[in-house]
Each structure stands twice: as structure tokens, then as C-alpha cells.
């Protein structure tokens, strides 16, 4: 590489493009507008038949790496003889058998499966490597980096925090096990845990994701509805546990009967035929309408005809949750009143009674806090003009975005003295 030549970067995602990471687009494409030079290295093919507009303004090449490794075995037969002759391949050897004593499963031997891929083929001028995701994708960025002898950094966000045994966190946050440079996350309350595992706290910062309103029509300016009118309201996530939507529509069951009310849900999941199955059961069938995926112009016209923005999260059985889901923010950028829970990240974003309603996710409470904002439109609308307020205030996308490309362009200049 020519000394006088930046470093450029590559970047690992474990697929894109993705409906469900918005925000990892969201990030992509203003990193590259701030002049990162970089490639994308995703660890799956896609599987969403749309994509949402940001996906098309992103320039970077992106290379897939082999999903399965037995689906390339002469691309990945010829990388692990190269890693072999690289200078870091004993001790990203030790690293890998190290992990895989305490972890041998499939998903840890095509982790080291990929990362000998792309330390084969990442281009001589790539100086450094950042991953979105603490856990599987940061496994491949710390081997291929060791391998290359360069540094690497992450972004993490919630599952990968939450589910990943505190010796791997604790290993990929010490310089002693060829830690990560830096790392950023998305809210206050995983920064802190983060911060207490590491070696130095200050290898962790808060970086909010933040919103790109360029992106997003101004709120409506439509009259308040009318409490005796239809009451609409909407949810967007995936049906997964961690969301809590099986107690959203039990709580659907239990509002009164003479509310005139109907609920659509946007995004696809695993349990998208329990939660069909569940809201039948209850005769709720004709008050639901299921979208399945939607691109974010699909959502953001979803809510500026909704009433309420619904999102339950709670923890998981195996302590998955939610950080702070830019769909919030995305509600309060259409001055959509939000009714969710206090879990996690969640109360950084919204005080109870102040930007929106924080409720416990027991069904009767949940009823009660709908029924209260159906009731109520003036109410509910303060509330939402206070959040799109507080969104505005602190919660922009550009603050984390200048200080995540100092603290990449600075691993880079680092990597190359």
C-alpha cells in the first residue's frame, strides 16, 4: 500500500441487504458520504424480496463470504492453506481452538471458516476491520484480523450483547486476547455493561444511531382525531419473543367493547403463524391486518395514518431484548403517539408520561394504557410532540456518525505508522 494512499476499510455484516437492520444501512451509507472508503463483507446472501431505498445509495462493493462452508469447499480449501503461510496464523489459531474449547459448535468452526476466506481475500490495501454485531460477526473480524495483523472494531446493538457468554465479551475487550480497538453501542445501558468487562471502559463508547430526518417527510398536520372515531393503531417488528407481541394481542382481547379499534402489524418472523393462530383464537382476526415485510417508505405511511405505536418488549427466556429500537424514533419522527415498555434502552429515549407511555407488558396494562390514549387525543398528542421534540434535541444521526469516522479514520492512521 502507498504511504501517501488512505487505508480503507472493510466492513463485516452478517447479511445485506437486511429490512430488519435499517440502521446498519442507515450508518453504511453516511459513513461512506463522510468519505470512509470501504468494502461490505457479509457473512449471508439475503433473504428479503425488497429492500428499503438506503440499500440503493450505498456504493461500496460487497463480497459474500461462503454461508455454509461446505457449499465452497475450493474457495475455502485454498484460503485455509493461505492463512497457513500468513504471520498471524499461530495466534489466530490459538485464539479460534481457544474459543472452540469452550464453544464447539457448527457456527464456531465457520466462523474461522470465513475469516481465513476474507483474511485470503481482502485487497493489500485494507488497513483495518469494523463489524456490526458483537458476536458472530466480530468472531470473523477478530480472526481475519489477527491473521492480517491489523486492528478491528465493532458496533454492538442488543442480542449480540445479551446472549453472548460474558468470556467472549470479556476476550473481545482486552488488547491481552486481541481485543477490538474500540467498540461503540447503541444506548447507555449496554455501554455501561460492556464497559465493566472490558480492560479499559474507555474501549467502549456510546454512539447513538440516531435518525437521518433528510429521510423522513415532515409529521402531519392533520386535526386531532376524534375520540368516538376509529382507533388505529400499529406495531412493526419482528414476531419474535423478544418483542412481546403474544401479549399485545391478548391485551387487543381485553379493550372494551364499544372501542371501535384495528391493529396492523408489519414484519415477518419465526412465530408469524403462532401469532395468526393466536389472534384467531380470540376472535381478532377481522380487527388485524397482518403486512408481513415492508420497505421503510411502506412503514412511514403506515404511521402517518396510525393513531398509536405499539411496540411491548420484554426479555427473552434466554435474555435477548431489545436496546432502544430506531422504530421509536422513527414513530416520534411522524409525531405518532408510542406506547411501549421500560425495558432495556428503552426509558432513554422515552419518559414515562413526558415523550410517550411506558407500561409493563402484562395484558390488562397494556389495555388499559390503549384504552387511556384512545380516550384521550389531546393527551396522546402532547405526548407525541414532545418526543419528536426530544428526537430532534438528541437523538439526530450526525453527532454519532462524526464521531464514529474520527475513531475509525483513527484506527486506520494508527494501523498505518
Known amino acids: 500500500m502507498n504511504a501517501a494512499s488512505p487505508a480503507r476499510l472493510a ?3 452478517k447479511g445485506w441487504p437486511r429490512l430488519s437492520e435499517t440502521f446498519i444501512a442507515q450508518e453504511l451509507v453516511a459513513l461512506e458520504e463522510a468519505g470512509l472508503d470501504f468494502d461490505v463483507w457479509s457473512l449471508r446472501r439475503p433473504t428479503d424480496v425488497k429492500t428499503h ?12 463470504l461462503p454461508e455454509y462452508l461446505r457449499d465452497e469447499p475450493a474457495r475455502v480449501a485454498r484460503a485455509m492453506g493461505a492463512a497457513a503461510k500468513m504471520p498471524g496464523f499461530d495466534a489466530a489459531a490459538a485464539a479460534f481452538v481457544s474459543d472452540l474449547e469452550r464453544d464447539d459448535t457448527a457456527n464456531r468452526r465457520r466462523r474461522w471458516g470465513q475469516a481465513c476466506v476474507m483474511a485470503h481475500e481482502m485487497p493489500t490495501d485494507v488497513g483495518g476491520i469494523y463489524a456490526h454485531f458483537l458476536h458472530t460477526p466480530s468472531s470473523v473480524a477478530r480472526y481475519a484480523a489477527i491473521l492480517r495483523g491489523m486492528p478491528w472494531s465493532f458496533s454492538a446493538h442488543a442480542k449480540d450483547i445479551w446472549t453472548s457468554p460474558d468470556w467472549e465479551l470479556r476476550e473481545k475487550l482486552s488488547a491481552a486476547t486481541h481485543g477490538a480497538a474500540f467498540g ?4 447507555r445501558f449496554g455501554a455501561q455493561h460492556l464497559q465493566g468487562m472490558a480492560d479499559t471502559p474507555g474501549r467502549v463508547n456510546l454512539v447513538y444511531h440516531g435518525l437521518d430526518l433528510s429521510r423522513f417527510p415532515t409529521p402531519p398536520e392533520d386535526a386531532l382525531r376524534n375520540a368516538d372515531s376509529a382507533f388505529h393503531m400499529m406495531s412493526v417488528g ?3 419473543e423478544k418483542k412481546g407481541f403474544d401479549n399485545l394481542i391478548d391485551a387487543l382481547a381485553l379493550l372494551p367493547d364499544g372501542l371501535d379499534w384495528h391493529w396492523t402489524h408489519i414484519g415477518g418472523g419465526p412465530l408469524d403463524t403462532e401469532m ?5 383464537a380470540l376472535g381478532l382476526t377481522a380487527q388485524i391486518t397482518w403486512r408481513g415485510a415492508c420497505d421503510q417508505p411502506e412503514v412511514i405511511k403506515a404511521m402517518r ?4 405505536f405499539v411496540l411491548p418488549s420484554r426479555i427473552a427466556e434466554d435474555g435477548d ?10 414513530a416520534a419522527s411522524q409525531m405518532l403517539p408510542i406506547l411501549s415498555t421500560p425495558v432495556s434502552a428503552i426509558p432513554e429515549f422515552i419518559d414515562n408520561g413526558v415523550h410517550g407511555i411506558l407500561s409493563d407488558d402484562a395484558p390488562a396494562s397494556l389495555a388499559a394504557a390503549m384504552s387511556q390514549v384512545a380516550s384521550d387525543p389531546a393527551g396522546a398528542h402532547e405526548l407525541a410532540k414532545a418526543a419528536y421534540t426530544r428526537l430532534n434535541a438528541d437523538f439526530l444521526m450526525h453527532p454519532g456518525i462524526a464521531h464514529l469516522t474520527e475513531r475509525l479514520n483513527a484506527m486506520l492512521a494508527a494501523a498505518a505508522r
Request: charged fraction near 25%; include cysteine.
Open 184 to 187: 461503540a453501542t447503541c444506548t
Open 321 to 330: 431484548r431489545d436496546g432502544l429500537p430506531n422504530v421509536l424514533m422513527e
Open 305 to 308: 395514518a396510525a393513531d398509536l
Open 53 to 64: 431505498p438506503l440499500h440503493d445509495r450505498l456504493q461500496a462493493p460487497i463480497r459474500y
Open 11 to 13: 466492513i463485516v455484516v
Open 276 to 280: 395468526r393462530a393466536r389472534a384467531d
Open 238 to 240: 419482528r414476531l419474535v
